[in-house]
């Protein structure tokens, strides 16, 4: 507590003691409790003092001392505000006037002497305010010419250490008790009566916690002791048993075995060395080793456990009792203030000394030494200050540092570009303007840009091109000017570039002539913009935007103009940036796609399944998203396309449809494969019938399976073989015919086709039997022939009989062909019309 604050309390107390001349005001509470057996033997000490006064004067002064320590009990101002002690208190002295009446009193000669009870110890009831009260009151009577006898003081008062040895405060060595009593109650209460305020309570918490300390230190050494005593038994034993076996101990390894003396006194206990008595075992065995190490192990943790748990005690309850005390000098402080009294004070406090303080800060330094988890508990509040100060003086000199540093910055950088920083892209830091334009000149000399572009565009031009150079005018002064010097720190952790502002000069017709040569308007590398579109994910299996494409179309006027300023810029190495480009007309971003997707997912969920046969083709929603027109240029407006359908319906049937195939057949003419092309066979899809169908399907939304296509031809099958197991086959060369079933012919037949000299040769390929008919007439420009078996498979070329030939094969119809038919022996195309078939394949080849 600080010096003010106890001048401060010390005042509230005189005040309040003049505030009442008729009778004090009744104090809060006290720490302890005055019992009237109390009375009795300060009672007692006085009458032996005072021989020969009569029973009645012992009964006054008797009555004096019980008002005095009445009016004590109303004068002591203590911290506490507990109603319950205030009870106490006055309970006791009301139980002292009662029991006076009925104390015990015999007769010894003319003096009448009361008889004590059970006598109490002065530990409960004795403090350093009661000395003081005592001692100030003592001084206050004898200036007023009262006698000492009549006054009472501390030394009247058993204490506990008079009770225990059975001394007689009144008897020869009453001194020495005395003196050992004070010595006691404040070795106790660890309070510097020097630094204690007339007014302050002695702090119960520190004197708890001081007590604890001390008794934690005796604890600890007297482990310290035992443990050494065990170690000391234990290394005689290793003795004993080396001298029973006829071994020889030298006068060393003895020492070492018996270990320290051990001493009664404080000093010598403090100095045992647990870790010397155990490196002290170096000639005992291992077990016997692990044995003491683990009992010292056991010992140190056991030792550091009860501390621990008791420094936890002793803080909770110091807490408690500071945040008592907080809240009682909080209720002082309402109080009114006098300044009174500040002399007598003052001498009483300079008359009190102890050496308190010495003691406890030794206490500490040895209770450190047995337990150093005491040093996180105990604070040094002067060295923390200490330690403020010293920072504050050194974050004042840092700033003052940085005062001088940032001042000195400002000077250098005044004319001088700031590190980090660059010019037209050369590094001019630390640099002067001067210096920049000696840089700048030297730089147009030989100087040469190439810039890249899309789409693999790289173009180049040189100086010399567009008659450059570097003109001194003070440019570089004004970027340094514009620059500044006040923000140069900022430029230790970011850099500046700066380009375009010094003087350099070009022929603006020569680089816009050269420019216009550049390859970035060639048609090879340009490439419109494409809007972000609505496109089919086939991994994530539905309608995502796509972000279309850049393109490479250039603008003309922002392509010079940016190849002028880089070069201004004195720049070498560059890119086109996107403004010089056509932009896209509408972005990812835009708010119309997703409602264009929504319109178009209700129908892309839908599959139709077409069953070709020998495979099966699904059309999904990558297909289906395909027949959309989305207008991604303008406004995302979403039509359902008839003419892409169609389209989708062409892809199908130039995959799946055979019509004039080439097709490789087992040749009965060659005996082996021959392959065959042209003609009109095969499998054709019906492509505007198929389209109506699929829009329908489509615009339901409902999923389809199996679903055979229209078609405008048929084949015999659906197998990857079209053409069956039998056919027709015709060869012009030998003029033969077959029909073949299985790979075997099994009708042979010589013919005549067509004239080839009068331009009615028998075309070539394959070709599906349109139909069969008996008796048919057959007619053409100035002809008429009537034949019994009609098999036409060309338009108006068939397999017909054929009266008028008196001969087949060879080569008549070099002169005597038909128009173009196949002449036929008339029992051979009876046999082949029996087996022919609508639409089976008819072979024609060389």
């Known amino acids: 507590m600080s010096r003010v604050a106890r001048k401060r309390l010390e005042k509230e107390a005189r005040k309040k003691n003049r505030r009442f001349p008729f009778g004090r005001k009744k104090s809060r509470s006290t720490d302890f409790n005055i019992d009237m057996e109390d009375i009795d033997n300060i009672s007692k000490s006085q009458h032996s003092k005072n021989k020969g006064v009569g029973a009645s004067q012992f009964i006054k002064n008797g009555d004096r001392a019980s008002d005095r320590l009445k009016d004590d009990s109303t004068a002591i101002e203590l911290p506490s505000n507990n109603k319950e002690k205030t009870g106490i208190l006055d309970k006791n002295i009301e139980r002292m006037k009662s029991e006076r009446s009925s104390e015990s009193i015999f007769s010894s000669g003319d003096t009448m002497v009361a008889v004590p009870k059970k006598m109490k110890t002065a530990d409960n009831i004795i403090s350093v305010e009661d000395e003081r009260m005592y001692f100030e009151r003592k001084q206050r009577q004898m200036k007023n010419g009262i006698s000492n006898e009549e006054v009472l003081t501390v030394n009247d008062i058993h204490t506990a250490e008079d009770e225990k040895y059975n001394r007689n405060p009144n008897s020869q060595g009453i001194n020495d008790t005395r003196d050992k009593t004070e010595e006691n109650i404040n070795e106790i209460k660890k309070i510097d009566i020097k630094e204690a305020p007339f007014e302050d309570v002695v702090r119960v918490a520190e004197s708890r916690l001081a007590a604890e300390k001390e008794r934690q230190k005796k604890i600890a050494l007297e482990k310290k002791r035992e443990l050494e005593k065990q170690q000391i038994l234990y290394n005689q034993k290793k003795i004993e048993l080396a001298e029973k076996e006829g071994i020889e101990v030298a006068d060393k390894d003895k020492k070492t075995l018996k270990g320290p003396e051990l001493s009664d006194s404080n000093n010598s206990s403090d100095n045992v060395n647990l870790e010397k008595s155990s490196n002290s075992n170096n000639n005992l065995n291992n077990n016997e080793k692990e044995e003491l190490n683990r009992k010292e192990r056991g010992l140190r943790e056991q030792i550091k456990k009860e501390q621990e748990l008791k420094l936890a005690e002793l803080k909770s309850e110091a807490e408690k009792e500071k945040s008592k005390v907080k809240k009682d000098k909080e209720e002082k402080k309402k109080e009114e203030v006098v300044e009174e009294t500040e002399k007598e004070t003052k001498e009483t406090k300079n008359e009190v000394e102890t050496e308190e303080v010495k003691n406890e800060a030794q206490d500490d330094k040895e209770l450190d030494e047995a337990n150093e988890e005491l040093d996180e508990f105990d604070e040094d509040p002067e060295n923390s200050g200490k330690f403020k100060k010293f920072m504050k003086k050194t974050l004042k000199v840092v700033a003052i540092a940085l005062v001088a540093v940032y001042a000195v910055g400002c000077v250098v950088f005044n004319n001088r570009f700031f590190i980090n920083t660059k010019v037209n892209g050369m590094d001019v830091s630390f640099k002067t303007p001067a210096q920049l334009d000696n840089m700048a000149e030297e730089r147009v000399n030989g100087y040469k840009i190439k810039i890249d572009g899309r789409n693999n565009v790289k173009d180049e031009l040189t100086g010399t091109d567009i008659d450059m150079k570097y003109v001194k005018d003070g440019s570089s002064k004004k970027v340094k000017e514009e620059q500044g010097f006040f923000g140069w720190p900022i430029a230790l952790f970011s850099g500046e570039d700066i380009d375009g502002k010094l003087n350099v000069e070009v022929n603006e017709a020569k680089l816009s002539d050269a420019v216009e040569e550049f390859n970035i308007f060639k048609k090879e590398y340009i490439k419109e913009p494409v809007s972000a ?278 080569n008549r119809y070099l002169y005597a062909g038909s128009h173009g038919c196949i002449n036929t022996p008339y029992n051979k195309v009876a046999q082949i019309y029996e087996y022919a078939k609508e639409g089976m394949p008819v072979a024609v080849h060389y």
């Open 533 to 810: 579109y609505p496109r089919y994910s086939e991994k994530e299996k539905k309608i995502i935007v796509d972000k279309g494409e850049l393109g490479s179309m250039p603008i003309k006027s922002k392509v010079i103009s940016f190849v002028d300023n880089s070069v201004k810029a004195q720049a070498e190495n560059t890119k086109y940036p996107n403004e010089v480009y056509k932009p896209q007309k509408n972005k990812a971003d835009d708010p119309r796609i997703p409602k264009a997707i929504a319109e178009m997912e209700k129908y892309t969920g839908i599959t139709v399944e077409y069953d070709f046969g020998y495979e099966k083709y699904v059309l999904d929603g990558k297909e289906i998203s395909k027949m959309f027109d989305v207008d991604s240029e303008n406004d995302y407006k979403v039509t359902f396309s008839k003419e892409k359908v169609r389209e989708f319906v062409r892809s199908l049937s130039r995959k799946y449809s055979t019509y004039g195939d080439t097709r490789e057949i087992p040749s009965a003419s060659t005996g082996g494969k021959l392959k065959v092309s042209g003609g009109i066979y095969g499998w054709l899809i019906d492509r505007d019938g198929e389209t109506d169908e699929l829009v329908k399907i489509i615009q339901a939304g409902k999923d389809v399976k199996g679903r055979e296509p229209l078609y405008q031809q048929r084949a015999m099958t659906k197998d990857k073989n079209d053409m069956g197991n039998e056919f027709i086959e015709i060869d012009l060369s030998k003029q033969h015919m077959w029909f073949v079933r299985d790979g075997e012919p099994i009708v042979s037949t010589p013919i005549v086709t067509g004239n080839p000299n009068q331009g009615d040769a028998t075309p070539p390929g394959i070709y599906p039997i349109t139909y069969k008919t008996r008796n048919a007439v057959l007619r053409g420009p100035g002809y008429a022939s009537p034949v019994s078996f009609w098999i036409p498979f060309n338009g108006n070329i068939g397999i017909h009989d054929a009266s008028w030939q008196p001969i087949y094969g060879g």
